[in-house]
């Protein structure tokens, strides 16, 4: 019988049935395709040998005049800047007490201290850095107690407890002295969402029916802007603080109404950016100006090349609009030539047109939604982005995205698959340039931690297709810099993304495994039952690091369409249907035939790999099918 060729259609389509879908891919976990065949994605390791603090929401690098790369790290706890593999604290102080206000007290035998400050106004978790302090008489000297602390517990408005590094004894009966003073670092955010239950949780017409309400307060995002070297940075729902990056990385930032010649600085926000031709600091979801209460739909913008001077003037470029269609502003993007503003209901486009109308404003489109401030990226020149139930594009005009996934992440279609609404404000878009990709992270509803990010959809704009896996990540940045994706772990480590072949998040390199499964194929519509006597597999494991990388080809047999896959074949206990390719570098294609007995009315075909130091990809593989009867 002559050979089939298997040229399987690009992308993976889960909108209809497996065999509506024949000559397609069904279902896949850590592939790509590249020029329409699919390859194993590529591997990652830790930048970082430490850990940071809390989890990690916002990613962004650039570099200083000394040419040093520099990433910023926004956690739920801390801000970070990782230089060279390390982390670097700029968290900037809340406020500082004078000193003598705070004092300590210590139990025999416990390393519970118990701190009073008068009307201090933390919370648990909150950090406190002690100085000025002298021992305690015993074990809690002064070396135990001047150093950076978290809260433990909240007694009263008064007193709170931190746990030190060493009990303390009989003889620590101090206070602490009274030069101590306390710098409150600005208060932690929340790490995850907690769903509320309960009939009528919530505002009326807020959210999504019938899936509950959100807890009241926001994941911590913090937004962050390269101002030249230095950055402009703050937590959303808070302050606008400047970190100058000519001194010491070990400096924190500070309010920018701190800093001299500072005038109408906005004292809350929930966006930032740095407009990158004309140089503005904008803030979105601002307070009104003259007066502390924030208006959701606010945007206000220093002057030109002046990030201190915010009061609007006839000698100035600062000023302020607000937008119409909408609640509250979501997400904020840069595009080319403007700056992308989302409401909850409308898409608007902010360009500058200089004196006196500084930054005029124009509606996009309206009736249309983001489902996170963090949902969006632009690649290409383009757009894309994810919405409560749709995904979209602009190119300069807004449109629909056609997906080949919607109905898995937005229809409740597989719970494996489909996006928790609930924990919809983690959801997180990234790109990987080098493969023409935008991805999108978010918590499916099968999640068993619901705190994280667990599952991706891909769209790859260059062939237009879609394709889908697992892994747990928290933010992402395609570092142009480095060359190579930057994406935050649960765990609390920066990770490189494709590089190696392994999974390095561990002490010791694991195996990544990937998969790809085709939709179902036939001969004469299925009217007879094929059998395949022979294959001969197109696959080649270029790049890889393994003495002897191996794939595994699965064929599998179904009895009719829509019936489950039945056990293939097998004689004298050896399985037929799976073929192993093993190979020794240099590798290329291989072009051997491998005889298999598979019979079935329909059949599938999965290529999977679990081992360490293996890549792949599949090219054109051929079959010997031929009828077999009809039953």
């Given at each position: 019988?002559?050979?089939?060729?298997?040229?399987l259609?690009?992308?993976?389509?889960?909108?209809?049935?497996?065999?509506?879908?024949?000559g397609?891919?069904?279902?896949?976990?850590?592939?790509?395709?590249?020029?329409?065949?699919?390859?194993?994605?590529?591997?990652?390791?830790?930048?970082?040998?430490?850990?940071?603090?809390?989890?990690?929401?916002?990613?962004?690098?650039?570099?200083?005049?000394?040419?040093?790369?520099?990433?910023?790290?926004?956690?739920?706890l801390?801000?970070?800047?990782?230089?060279?593999?390390?982390f670097?604290?700029?968290?900037?102080?809340?406020?500082?007490?004078?000193a003598?206000d705070?004092?300590?007290?210590?139990?025999?035998?416990?390393?519970?201290?118990?701190?009073?400050?008068?009307?201090?106004?933390?919370?648990?978790?909150?950090?406190?850095?002690?100085?000025?302090?002298?021992?305690?008489g015993?074990?809690?000297?002064?070396?135990v107690?001047?150093?950076?602390?978290?809260?433990?517990?909240?007694?009263?408005?008064?007193?709170?407890?931190?746990?030190?590094?060493?009990?303390?004894?009989?003889?620590?009966?101090?206070?602490?002295?009274?030069?101590?003073?306390?710098?409150?670092?600005?208060?932690?955010?929340?790490s995850?969402?907690?769903?509320?239950?309960?009939?009528?949780?919530?505002?009326?017409?807020?959210?999504?029916?019938?899936?509950?309400?959100?807890?009241?307060?926001?994941?911590?995002?913090?937004?962050?802007?390269?101002?030249?070297?230095?950055?402009?940075?703050?937590?959303?729902?808070?302050g606008?603080?400047?970190?100058?990056?000519?001194?010491?990385?070990?400096?924190?930032?500070?309010?920018?109404?701190?800093?001299?010649?500072?005038?109408?600085?906005?004292?809350?926000?929930?966006?930032?950016?740095?407009?990158?031709?004309?140089?503005?600091?904008?803030?979105?979801?601002?307070?009104?100006?003259?007066?502390?209460?924030q208006?959701?739909?606010?945007?206000?913008?220093?002057?030109?090349?002046?990030?201190?001077?915010?009061?609007?003037?006839?000698?100035?470029?600062?000023?302020?609009?607000?937008?119409?269609?909408?609640?509250?502003?979501?997400?904020?993007?840069?595009?080319?030539?403007?700056?992308?503003?989302?409401?909850?209901?409308?898409?608007?486009?902010?360009?500058?047109?200089?004196?006196?109308?500084?930054?005029?404003?124009?509606l996009?489109?309206?009736?249309?939604?983001?489902?996170?401030?963090?949902?969006?990226?632009t690649?290409?020149?383009?757009?894309y982005?994810m919405?409560?139930?749709?995904?979209?594009?602009?190119?300069?005009?807004?449109?629909t995205?056609?997906?080949?996934?919607?109905?898995?992440?937005?229809?409740?279609?597989?719970?494996?698959?489909?996006?928790?609404?609930?924990?919809?404000?983690q959801?997180?878009?990234?790109?990987?340039?080098?493969f023409?990709?935008?991805?999108?992270?978010?918590?499916?509803?099968?999640?068993?931690d619901?705190?994280?990010?667990n599952?991706?959809?891909?769209?790859?704009?260059?062939?237009?297709?879609?394709?889908y896996?697992?892994?747990?990540?928290?933010?992402?940045?395609?570092?142009?810099?480095?060359?190579?994706?930057?994406?935050?772990?649960?765990?609390?480590?920066?990770?490189?993304?494709?590089?190696?072949?392994?999974?390095?998040?561990?002490?010791?390199?694991?195996?990544?495994?990937?998969?790809?499964?085709?939709?179902?194929?036939?001969?004469?519509?299925?009217?007879?039952?094929?059998?395949?006597?022979?294959?001969?597999?197109d696959?080649?494991?270029?790049?890889?690091?393994?003495?002897?990388?191996s794939?595994?080809?699965?064929?599998?047999?179904?009895?009719?369409?829509?019936?489950?896959?039945?056990?293939?074949?097998?004689?004298?206990?050896?399985?037929?249907?799976?073929?192993?390719?093993?190979?020794?570098?240099?590798?290329?294609?291989?072009?051997?035939?491998?005889?298999?007995?598979?019979?079935?009315r329909?059949?599938?075909?999965?290529?999977?790999?679990?081992?360490?130091?293996?890549?792949?990809?599949?090219?054109?593989?051929?079959?010997?099918?031929?009828?077999?009867?009809?039953?």
């Amino acid at each position: 019988m002559p050979l089939k060729k298997l040229m399987l259609k690009p992308g993976v389509n889960r909108e209809n049935t497996r065999y509506t879908t024949e000559g397609g891919w069904y279902d896949c976990d850590k592939i790509r395709f590249r020029q329409g065949t699919p390859e194993k994605i590529g591997g990652w390791v830790k930048t970082t040998a430490s850990q940071f603090l809390g989890v990690c929401r916002s990613l962004m690098g650039w570099v200083n005049l000394a040419n040093n790369n520099l990433e910023g790290v926004g956690t739920n706890l801390k801000y970070y800047i990782d230089l060279g593999g390390l982390f670097y604290d700029i968290t900037p102080i809340d406020y500082t007490t004078a000193a003598g206000d705070v004092t300590f007290a210590a139990v025999n035998g416990s390393d519970v201290l118990t701190a009073t400050d008068v009307a201090h106004g933390r919370g648990e978790g909150d950090f406190v850095t002690f100085s000025g302090a002298v021992s305690l008489g015993g074990n809690i000297n002064a070396a135990v107690l001047n150093i950076e602390y978290q809260i433990v517990t909240i007694i009263d408005d008064d007193t709170y407890t931190v746990v030190a590094s060493i009990a303390a004894n009989a003889s620590d009966t101090g206070n602490g002295g009274a030069s101590v003073v306390a710098a409150y670092q600005i208060p932690i955010g929340p790490s995850n969402i907690v769903p509320y239950n309960g009939w009528s949780v919530g505002p009326w017409g807020f959210g999504t029916w019938g899936i509950g309400q959100t807890s009241v307060e926001s994941l911590r995002i913090w937004n962050a802007s390269n101002y030249g070297e230095d950055l402009v940075y703050g937590p959303r729902g808070g302050g606008v603080y400047y970190w100058d990056a000519t001194g010491t990385v070990n400096t924190r930032g500070v309010l920018l109404s701190s800093l001299p010649g500072a005038s109408d600085v906005p004292v809350v926000q929930n966006a930032l950016l740095v407009s990158a031709t004309s140089r503005f600091v904008m803030a979105f979801g601002v307070n009104e100006l003259g007066s502390a209460d924030q208006n959701p739909m606010l945007i206000r913008w220093s002057d030109q090349e002046d990030a201190l001077n915010w009061t609007p003037a006839i000698t100035n470029q600062a000023g302020g609009i607000t937008l119409s269609d909408g609640s509250q502003i979501v997400a904020v993007q840069q595009q080319r030539q403007e700056i992308m503003v989302w409401t909850d209901t409308a898409l608007y486009s902010l360009q500058y047109l200089g004196p006196p109308y500084v930054w005029g404003v124009q509606l996009m489109g309206a009736q249309c939604s983001i489902i996170s401030d963090r949902a969006v990226a632009t690649a290409n020149n383009v757009t894309y982005w994810m919405g409560n139930d749709k995904f979209y594009m602009y190119d300069g005009t807004l449109k629909t995205l056609p997906c080949d996934l919607k109905q898995f992440i937005f229809n409740n279609a597989d719970p494996d698959l489909t996006l928790d609404l609930t924990q919809k404000e983690q959801v997180f878009a990234g790109t990987v340039a080098a493969f023409n990709e935008v991805w999108w992270f978010y918590s499916s509803v099968g999640n068993p931690d619901s705190t994280t990010c667990n599952r991706y959809a891909v769209y790859n704009f260059l062939e237009n297709i879609w394709y889908y896996g697992s892994l747990d990540r928290t933010a992402w940045h395609d570092n142009r810099i480095v060359g190579h994706p930057i994406a935050a772990t649960p765990s609390g480590y920066l990770m490189q993304h494709e590089t190696g072949v392994n999974n390095g998040e561990g002490d010791n390199d694991a195996a990544i495994n990937a998969y790809i499964t085709s939709s179902e194929f036939d001969i004469d519509d299925g009217h007879n039952f094929s059998f395949i006597y022979r294959i001969l597999p197109d696959l080649t494991f270029r790049g890889s690091t393994a003495a002897n990388p191996s794939a595994v080809m699965t064929l599998y047999p179904l009895k009719n369409s829509g019936s489950g896959y039945t056990d293939p074949a097998s004689v004298a206990g050896v399985n037929f249907a799976s073929v192993t390719r093993t190979a020794v570098l240099p590798i290329e294609a291989f072009t051997g035939q491998l005889y298999t007995r598979v019979r079935g009315r329909q059949l599938a075909i999965k290529i999977e790999s679990n081992s360490l130091g293996t890549t792949w990809q599949l090219g054109a593989p051929r079959i010997d099918i031929r009828p077999d009867g009809r039953r």
